[in-house]
């Protein structure tokens, strides 16, 4: 753990806006699927948003519409933008990053399943 970096996390009111940042902290191949996901307090990790090379994306049902990924290859950089917060959106949001082309398919898909991980940046809405 620790070849990325997250950054943009804050505190916001219910209906507010936030934008994730994840940029590699160490040599990162640019052949990846970057991911985010979120575990707050007393519940499982879970899987937010996949982006893969060419930036096919997947969002979680609970997100669709509301959040985007995207990236910058370039950069080997990758942005959570999150609209429309709800309480339940509070938690740790971390991005990860595993090998390959393309991203696996989010259900039933595990922390194992990616190779790098961040520290985490906290979200906090506030209803």
């Known amino acids: 753990q620790g070849q990325l970096v997250e950054s943009g996390g804050g505190s916001v009111q219910a209906g507010g806006s936030l934008r994730l940042s994840c940029v590699p902290s160490?040599?990162?191949?640019?052949?990846?699927?970057l991911g985010w996901f979120r575990q707050a307090p007393e519940r499982e990790r879970e899987a937010v948003a996949f982006?893969?090379?060419?930036?096919?994306?997947s969002y979680a049902d609970s997100v669709r519409g509301r959040f985007t990924v995207s990236r910058d290859n370039a950069k080997k950089s990758s942005w959570l933008e999150m609209t429309g917060l709800k309480a339940d959106d509070t938690a740790m949001y971390y991005c990860?990053?595993?090998?390959?082309?393309?991203?696996?398919?989010?259900?039933?898909?595990?922390?194992?399943?990616?190779?790098?991980w961040g520290q985490g940046t906290q979200v906090t809405v506030s209803s």
């Open positions: 990860a990053a595993r090998g390959g082309i393309a991203c696996p398919p989010m259900d039933g898909i595990s922390s194992a399943d990616f190779d790098y």
């Open positions: 160490g040599p990162m191949t640019t052949n990846n699927c």
């Open positions: 982006i893969d090379v060419y930036s096919g994306t």
